[in-house]
């Protein structure tokens, strides 16, 4: 009678241990697929918002997962290609059954692949889309996080009127987002009395900029602006040097907030102003006052420090936080849509008001971003030190540039 009574009792554990094993574990996982690039002209900064992506799937997982179901990521390079990208896009949805998406690197790549996500209604945070043409083409299912490229550099043109400086040369990569953010910087500098002396593309894949560092020289602008990607931004400001290009001031949109542009540059990198949505110094300098990093960017200090554990070496710029804080929103979508549905978590994304890692997120009915805000900086003393907006800076310019054979 005691032994049945023991087996009774086994039974029963073992049946109550079942029931308490939690249901992420029992329920298929939530699907998110997307592209990042993994190879090709985009491959630096793609790596860094796929790393942010991983992070964030990690992070909800060990958290118990949403809807109680584990994250799994499904991802493809899409080698920097757009035409690559909506070709897998597609195939996300169609062959790989996935739930949920969450966008590529890049404006041309979401551009294309925006397509695909509006074909079959489902819901896509873009968090390095800055073109502002992918929100104004009557599209209902993507949503942007980044500034945008049209007004990137204008905290550089107004600390150069400031200075009273008088010309700027803008030159730029022939892209989407970088030819849009040239053209925004030429109305921006016109409307803060700035002349434009001076303003050319050049085409993707370039290397050699002696021709058109000639022709800037020959304009001898006050300020030179780059709307650039990484590649690009070091070359530039390696054969500035080489071809005596020396503006009072110099600043490049892409690629500068890398500290491989530094180690690439040594001090040939100092003086250049960047500007970027995010920085890891933001957390860096949480204990001078200076920014609410717990209210403006909730869990960053702890984002920073897991990336660093997790990536350990790896490089550590905005494209990063901007794919953690793109997965927390669509995470937090699905929470409050209490759903999978596309059009509910549509109609939550368009109502979302919060602050993330990255910062703060909100789109305006057309799914553009309108709630964030860039920041200026200058690498000083192999730092980014932030000179703008002046409520968030954390150190005065170095004005003006000096010659480049009168540096120390």
């Known amino acids: 009678m005691k032994t049945m009574c023991r087996l009774c009792f086994a039974v029963i554990a073992i049946t109550l241990w079942w029931s308490s094993v939690p249901v992420v574990e029992a329920q298929a996982p939530i699907r998110i697929g997307a592209t990042l690039a993994q190879t ?85 945070v873009a968090p390095t889309a800055a073109a502002r043409s992918i929100y104004t083409k009557g599209r209902k299912f993507v949503f942007g996080m980044l500034p945008p490229a049209e007004g990137r550099l204008e905290g550089l043109l107004d600390l150069a009127a400031r200075n009273g400086l008088k010309t700027v040369a803008v030159i730029n990569v022939d892209d989407l987002a970088r030819r849009a953010g040239a053209q925004g910087t030429i109305d921006l500098a016109k409307n803060k009395g700035l002349q434009v002396v001076f303003a050319a593309a050049y085409p993707l894949k370039s290397i050699d900029f002696s021709a058109i560092l000639t022709t800037v020289r020959a304009a001898n602008p006050d300020v030179l602006v780059g709307s650039t990607r990484f590649d690009d931004a070091v070359a530039i400001t390696r054969q500035m040097k080489t071809s005596n290009v020396n ?94 549905d596309s059009g509910k978590l549509r109609d939550v994304i368009l109502k979302l008001d919060r602050n993330t890692v990255f910062g703060r997120f909100g789109v305006d009915r057309t799914g553009a971003p309108i709630a964030h805000k860039d920041l200026m900086f200058q ?30």
């Not at 920014?291 to 420090?305: D, H, K, M, S």
């Open 40 to 124: 090709g002209v985009y491959a630096t900064l793609g790596q860094n918002q796929f790393r942010g992506y991983q992070l964030c799937v990690k992070h909800v997982n060990e958290k118990g997962g949403v809807l109680g179901r584990r994250l799994e990521l499904v991802s493809y390079d899409d080698r920097s290609e757009p035409a690559t990208g909506a070709r897998i896009y597609e195939k996300l949805v169609t062959h790989d059954k996935i739930d949920v998406i969450l966008g590529p690197y890049s404006s041309p790549i979401t551009e294309a692949v925006a397509d695909v996500s509006e074909k079959h209604r489902m819901p896509m």
């Open 247 to 340: 503006p009072r001031m110099y600043g490049l949109t892409v690629g500068v907030d890398s500290i491989k542009f530094y180690e690439a540059l040594g001090r040939d990198a100092e003086f250049v102003y960047g500007v970027t949505p995010w920085l890891p110094e933001l957390v860096d300098v949480r204990a001078g006052g200076l920014i609410p990093i717990a209210r403006e960017y909730p869990g960053a200090r702890e984002f920073v420090e897991s990336y660093r554990r997790e990536f350990p070496g790896a490089d550590l710029t905005y494209h990063a936080a901007a794919g953690y804080g793109g997965c927390e929103i669509l995470v937090n979508a699905i929470r409050r849509a209490g759903s999978l």
């Open 379 to 408: 690498w000083q003393d192999g730092k980014k030190v932030i000179v703008w907006p002046e409520e968030l800076a954390t150190g005065k310019p170095r004005f003006p540039t000096p010659p480049w054979n009168q540096r120390p």
